[in-house]
């Protein structure tokens, strides 16, 4: 592989064909950390298209690392909504807190590691974009575009190291920011999950896959186990004046932190009920690892007569969108009757 030429194809191309995206900065322009950071949290997991409006809302919302390290866990939960994965936001917000107390914005891959919730990818995506330092960042696009054009017919997830290493030898200290930008944009633009424009790339015709006609093939996946589904009930308890009983999840694991419907455990197998609530219908959610069946009931029980749910507290139906509630939970909510 001609590592010269593919970088400065990549690159040429990327002059003239680069996405205009709110967080990155304009030809000439020096990034903002604070804006790389932002966005590279929130595309964890989150594509392009939805990132963009909920990193115009944040960035209204507060417009400096400062501003946003000032702001309560909640605000931020609530500004989260929706966007799923609700670990980066809390991981965010302690981030900022601690960046807020630094003298100066971490630079380095290592440096950058060691602030919550920033793995070795978005590390080194932050240092090459905002601070030009020669690494290359490994995502889904990349591993692609590298697959592809060295032909690694190796399936995922072993394929990741394989990729790593090739990385290596594509990090340069020529515009280490815009090569790495280049190689997201060539995977999200040209060289797509299904039908790669071929005809229109630039590393064409030094494309082991394409030569080998492996483009749609590569890169070769793991074959998942089906996911499970998980069962459990969900009770909206209303008093006289409106109000619905709401508690707060255990800071640690899934939707940590995040507001809830009460309800029970999530089990493997379908829970048996042990109150008397009226049903009101069922609610499916997928999460990363599991499918998720709630029954959902309605109660005018006092709550600490219903299966222990004692801790919570009283909510107004009118303003539930002031609550981090997760989508889960807003389904759980359509149950409410419009009158509530
Ligand atoms: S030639 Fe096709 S397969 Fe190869 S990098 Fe370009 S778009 Fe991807």
Not at 194 to 222: M, N, V
Request: proline share 8%.
């Amino acid at each position: 592989m001609d590592i010269a030429a593919f970088r400065h194809r990549l690159l040429h191309w990327y002059d003239s064909n680069r996405r205009t995206l709110p967080w990155r900065a304009l030809k000439g322009q020096k990034p903002n950390p604070y804006h790389v950071l932002l966005s590279e949290i929130m595309l964890q997991q989150t594509t392009v298209a939805t990132v963009i409006a909920y990193f115009e809302r944040f960035i209204g919302q507060w417009p400096t690392l400062e501003a946003m390290a000032k702001a309560s866990l909640d605000d931020v939960l609530v500004a989260w909504q929706g966007l799923g994965y609700y670990s980066r936001a809390r991981n965010l917000h302690k981030a900022l807190g601690q960046l807020a107390d630094l003298p100066s914005f971490p630079q380095t891959p290592d440096d950058l590691r060691k602030l919550p919730g920033v793995g070795d990818y978005t590390a080194k995506a932050i240092a090459s974009i905002a601070f030009d330092q020669p690494v290359v960042p490994v995502d889904g696009n990349v591993i692609r575009v590298v697959a592809r054009v060295f032909g690694l017919t190796q399936a995922l997830p072993m394929l990741k190291k394989t990729v790593a290493e090739k990385a290596l030898l594509l990090a340069a200290d020529d515009r280490p920011g815009d090569f790495a930008q280049s190689l997201m944009d060539l995977g999200s633009m040209i060289c797509r999950p299904q039908q790669p424009r071929c005809d229109r790339c630039p590393l064409r015709s030094l494309c082991k896959g394409y030569e080998d006609s492996l483009q749609h093939t590569l890169p070769i996946k793991a074959v998942k186990p089906p996911k499970p589904t998980r069962y459990g009930c969900a009770f909206l308890t209303m008093n006289k004046q409106g109000q619905i009983w709401l508690r707060r999840r255990p800071e640690k694991g899934l939707l940590g932190g995040m507001i809830e419907v009460p309800g029970t455990a999530w089990a493997e197998q379908p829970t048996e009920l042990v109150h008397d609530g009226l049903w009101r219908g069922i609610v499916k959610h997928t999460f990363t690892h599991f499918h998720l069946n709630l029954s959902v009931y309605e109660t005018t029980k006092d709550p600490e007569e219903i299966l222990g749910f004692p801790t919570g507290f009283w909510a107004d139906t009118k303003a539930l969108d002031q609550q981090a509630l997760p989508t889960v939970m807003k389904k759980v909510l359509a149950f409410l009757r419009p009158e509530t």
